[in-house]
């Protein structure tokens, strides 16, 4: 079939197939829309934006949205032992560690009873056995900051010592374009737990 | 040529259509996306509204909006005898956060009192960090808003040290290139 061009042409129906049964193009007041031939929503490819009321691509979305700070949460048990928290991709930095104890551990020795934070390389590297005095209620900051130069697994590892009752929650504040959560069963408690903190709207 | 035509009843056209002539194009021949494009086939920009909706397209001062408070960090290798080194350049915007300074494996042989790192600019070089301990990592939570174009550097004072390297880390919101 030949092409024809008719330049002067500036008018067509509101909805516009390309080529036959291809996808097309709806105009109403309010938009302009892409769609497949079936109707759903169609890709639109475009360059990337420079000016402001340009339409952005996914790799300026994606170049934004990457290296977010973020946290990844667990609670844990005096007698909990040890447990991975979670995977983190080559790249990633750590921020800061908080580890908050709500109540004095029972029964516990500060020297015996204790809290460590790391990674499967080092597992004191952020938390070490005596930063934290699981007798008393508090939470405990470390602002030691480690990159991980390759794929990492952070941990945690719980001594009990004399310890017969006490729970903690471990919060790892991290900048990284890929954290895989490692589910125990505890990470939902952790969330709900800090689920108000009571002054952000004021 | 008649001055334009409108035929509301065309409801199919090519796959591609120009847009007046030498002008750019609408390519709907592959079936998987539409694409705008020049004349020789580039990827075009599209301008649109402010997007409102999830399926609506968003426009670049949305994702600036978006990504200007966004809390980011450039880090820079330093040596003991490097003297002044670049990090980058503020935009007219930007918050420097805090800066983390840490040696890098290996002791820094002979560092003295003298011996030191410090971040700023050229108009106050630690204005960012000072004290520099070899020993541990140091981190200096000075902020500071730049308003325009500021180029920030590492300052490294020698002292009596031969050897040792350190990595300086800028934490900011804005932009420094």
Redesign the interface.
Known sequence: MATVKKYNLAGVSANVELGKQGSYISGNASAIGFYTSAGALQKLAIANATVATEAVTKAQLDATAGDLIQHVTVDVEYNGGSGNIATVASGSRIVSVTVDVPTGWASADNTTSYIEVGDTNNGSRFIRSTDIDVTKSGQYHSQYQYEYTSQGTLSYDITSGSASAGNATISVVLVSDSVTVNDYGSINQAQNSNSDLGNISS | ??????????????????L??GGPQ?V??D??????QDANG???????AVGTDA??????????N??QP????V?TSVNYNSGNVAIGTTSSNTYIHSV?V?SGVGSWTGADSNTNITVGDVGDTSRLFTGFDPST?S?DESDHHYTGATQLNAYVTQGGAVAGTATV?VWYSGEIS
């Open positions: 040529m008649v001055d334009s035509v409108k035929n509301y009843g065309i409801a199919g056209v090519s796959a591609n259509v120009e007046g002539k609408i709907g021949s079936s998987s996306k539409i694409s705008l580039n990827a075009v920009v599209a301008a649109v399926d609506h397209a968003v426009q670049k001062s949305q994702l600036d978006i990504s966004k809390m980011q960090y880090k983390v840490e990592q981190k880390t």
